[in-house]
């Protein structure tokens, strides 16, 4: 018996690691992937609007709305973004070779549309943010009356160590950590959240890289995307790789199970001092699935064979 095909929303804010994350969807027939909403993050919300309608032509899928979200955090001013590891542009200054998008975004913005979504969808729908979680805080405090349509949350972001933004805050999280602290102690959805600790455990190589090129003029622009991101990886850790820590999600929200979560619950640090936007487990509250285990070599051979379908 085939498995039922998946509903999938991406919210995101592309982003290097986002563009293979929103590819690698693209490639998969185990989801309908019904919109792509985007807001600020790696660079502003023009860029990351512009960014995902681009390698959604990239994928051959001008068909999918993208709809723009939030251009700044709900409650303080962004404190950081990620030019140098994305590039000025958000896509290592390739975002200008990539094809021309086709329709325009969607007027009614990106909590309006992923409202829609819920409510048009035969069966609950699959929400993968890969950014700052600020559209989807909006939506649960919007439409509190749509959980239910959620099948789940996937969220790449948090740390239970080492941050990457300061020493103790992943960047998603450390966007906006009210957003966060909002999503991740209701209890009215389930949410997996996707780690650094597991997503910097699966660096992806020279060679996977090399085997991304080789697959096709889709994948060859992709893996021109990831090299302004590569270098700046191999300057911060001193390892030629990139760790494709969206893409990892994305794969979970794909094919559940992918990942193995712990259950556990997690506060976010929402004071102004040095632990603003730490994941912090423990406490009282709803578990959430903190994926900390997977086979993280089958993880990339899947990421990579499914890209290279698109050619």
């Known amino acids: 018996m085939s498995r039922a095909v998946i509903p999938l929303v991406i919210d995101t804010d592309p982003g290097v690691d986002d563009a293979v994350a929103i590819m690698l969807a693209a490639a998969s027939p185990e989801v309908d992937l019904r919109a792509v909403t985007t807001v600020f993050g790696n660079v502003p919300l ?3 609007t512009a960014n995902a309608r681009r390698v959604l032509a990239l994928a051959g899928r001008d068909d999918v709305p993208v709809a723009a979200g939030a251009a700044r955090p709900l409650v303080h ?3 950081e973004r990620a030019e140098a590891w994305h590039g000025d542009d958000g896509l290592g200054g390739r975002a200008s070779e990539l094809p021309e998008p086709g329709a325009e975004p ?6 309006a549309v992923l409202a829609a979504v819920l409510r048009e969808s035969a069966e609950p729908v699959t929400i993968a943010p890969i950014g700052p979680l600020t559209n989807i805080a909006l939506l649960l405090a919007v439409h509190p009356e749509l959980a239910p349509r959620i ?11 080492a941050g990457n933004t300061t020493g103790v805050a992943e960047f998603n999280a450390h966007c906006d950590p009210e957003a966060a602290h909002r999503v991740l102690t209701q209890a009215d959805v389930p949410v997996t959240m996707v780690p650094l600790d597991l997503t910097m455990s699966c660096p992806a190589g020279p060679e996977w890289i090399g085997a991304l090129a080789a697959g096709g003029p889709r994948g060859e622009a992709l893996a021109q995307v990831i090299t302004h991101y590569r270098t700046a990886f ?16 994305v794969l979970e ?19 102004l001092g040095p632990a603003r936007g730490a994941t912090v487990a423990g406490g009282a509250g709803p578990h959430v699935g903190v994926a900390l285990d997977a086979d993280t070599d089958a993880v990339l051979a899947e990421i990579l064979t499914r890209l290279r379908t698109l050619g």
């Open 46 to 48: 023009p860029n990351t």
């Open 106 to 111: 969607d007027p009614r913005g990106a909590v």
């Open 151 to 161: 099948r789940r949350i996937v969220w790449m972001g948090g740390s239970l160590g």
């Open 234 to 249: 191999r300057t911060r850790y001193g390892i030629d790789a990139v760790a494709v820590h969206d893409a990892v999600a």
């Open 77 to 79: 001013p962004q404190a």
């Open 253 to 271: 929200a794909i094919l559940p199970g992918t990942l193995t979560p712990t259950s556990m619950a997690i506060r976010v640090a929402c004071d």
